[in-house]
């Protein structure tokens, strides 16, 4: 079952009632992963399409796949950090 970001919020709001359950934890947990997924992907796709529209006759493509990789690199390193 995939759930909206409003029904995880509103399921994480219920269970926040009974903290102690495991359940409870588990279904945080895994919540909490998918978003992060979900803002990786999105700041992924946002960094690809700024370099789509990069016109590259007055750009050298190696070095804007050098920054690509530079910012994906910190973006994996932000988001260990986090979890």
């Known amino acids: 079952m995939i759930l909206s970001n409003k029904e995880?919020?509103?399921?994480?709001?219920?269970?926040?009632?009974?903290?102690?359950?495991p359940l409870a934890?588990?279904?945080h947990k895994k919540i909490d992963q998918e978003?992060?997924?979900?803002?990786?992907?999105?700041?992924?796709?946002?960094?690809?399409?700024i370099n789509k529209d990069v016109n590259w006759n007055e750009y050298d493509a190696n070095d804007e796949f050098d920054n690509l990789i530079t910012f994906v690199k910190k973006l994996f390193k932000k988001y260990r950090e986090r979890s």
């Open 25 to 27: 934890s588990d279904l």
């Open 35 to 49: 978003r992060t997924t979900d803002d990786l992907e999105q700041e992924i796709i946002t960094t690809l399409r």
């Open 8 to 21: 995880k919020g509103l399921l994480l709001d219920l269970l926040a009632v009974h903290p102690g359950n």
